[in-house]
């Protein structure tokens, strides 16, 4: 099965957030991911609409993860970001095979089993624990410009 673009933005962007803890810029978050600046705004803000993260304005803003949010399942953030719509459309245009067509109703099996398999799993599994062999924590993230303009 596949997940969209967006759906797994938001996997990405809640485990590292997850891992690395505290408040982060949208700005810091799509340079470590590598994913246009946009794009994790559009995220961030339906994240934030499903109550996983909490965003804050301002000079001192930033993207924080709600601390119930690693109770939440992959498949919960996949169907919320992805939808539950089919993995084919027979109605438009409508297709000539649908009165005898098995495919649909397998396809949709499948995407049922795939859906209850991320349900199996919380975002807490995803997060390495700091300090551990290939921890999400310790990527690097930008270093913010300093405020009175002096180089590093």
Known sequence: MHINRAADIALRLLMLVAARGGQHTVG??????NVPVGHVAKVVQRLSRLGLLETTRGRSGGVRLVPDALRTTVGQVVRAIDGTGEVVNCDA?????????????????????FLASLDAVVLDDL???????????????PRAPDPTGAAP
């Open 28 to 33: 810091e978050l799509a340079t470590v991911l």
């Open 93 to 113: 245009p409508p297709c000539p095979l649908r009165p005898d067509c098995r495919l649909r109703g397998a396809l949709r099996r499948a995407q049922e089993a």
């Open 127 to 141: 997060v390495a624990p700091a300090g551990r062999t290939g921890s999400l924590a310790v990527l690097p993230f």
